[in-house]
């Protein structure tokens, strides 16, 4: 059942060379195992599972396959992450990001020096942080203050509303959270899940902003700020 969307999802990271720019940019921690279109979606864990088989050669991220293979690991969640290594490292080839030995992701693009939040103003009730999305290994983790958490809502319900991915909002979303905007992308997501989304980013906006955490295959998990 997983196949079908991951299949879905391995054509996102083959335009890595278009979207260059595009990745400059309830209860307190809840993880979704999202479904779409009915097929169950990898968990935030699944995805982390792969972490022992990551390592950096110079300066470019490597997946041992063989060894992630042997340990059980899906096939085709193993070619996703390949995929989206191939999407971070022709970053690295054209100087956008940096990767250290530990994993770390530097972003080293200029859209990002003197960052300012999508908020109007950073009024008084702006509680929280603001800041671009970061780049992991695994995906993105994106610091949203109250206002810009309320926009994102709001952009969310948007492409809620229209159905799925081609939503009017779905830009300002993509500013937040890159792997929404990559080319060809995550076709498959219906307004559900953008439906569910905003739900989480609302049950998580303890007046303070949000952390959320969104893996390439999408699968995403909202703490408070």
Not at 47 to 53: F, N
Not at 92 to 121: C, F, H, P, R, W
Not at 131 to 159: F, M, Q, R
Not at 164 to 187: D, Q
Request: charged content about 15%; some cysteine; hydrophobic content about 40%.
């Amino acid at each position: 059942m997983r196949k079908i969307l991951i299949a879905a999802l391995l054509t996102v990271f083959s335009f890595s060379s278009v979207t260059t720019a595009f990745a400059q940019s309830y209860e307190p921690s809840v993880i979704e195992n999202i479904k779409v279109n009915d097929v169950e979606e990898y968990t935030f864990d699944d995805i982390l599972a792969l972490e022992p088989y990551v390592h950096v050669e110079e300066g470019l991220l490597i997946l041992d396959e063989n060894s992630a293979s042997d340990a059980g690991i899906d096939y085709e969640l193993i070619k996703g992450q390949q995929e989206y290594f191939n999407y971070l490292n022709q970053q690295v080839k054209t100087n956008a990001i940096s990767v250290s030995q530990d994993l770390t992701i530097q972003d080293l693009s200029e859209e990002n020096i003197g960052y300012q939040s999508n908020s109007l103003m950073l009024l008084a009730d702006c509680k929280g942080v603001t800041k671009p999305a970061e780049a992991h290994w695994w995906g993105y983790k994106t610091y949203l203050n109250s206002c810009d958490t309320k926009k994102a809502i709001t952009d969310a319900n948007t492409v809620g509303a229209s159905g799925g991915i081609t939503g009017a909002g779905l830009g300002v979303l993509g500013i937040f959270f890159p792997v929404l905007l990559i080319p060809g992308g995550v076709s498959a997501l219906t307004g559900s899940y953008f439906w569910l989304f905003a739900t989480r980013l609302d049950a998580n906006n303890n007046g303070k902003g949000v952390i959320v955490d969104m893996t390439w295959a999408t699968v995403f998990d909202i703490t408070p700020q």
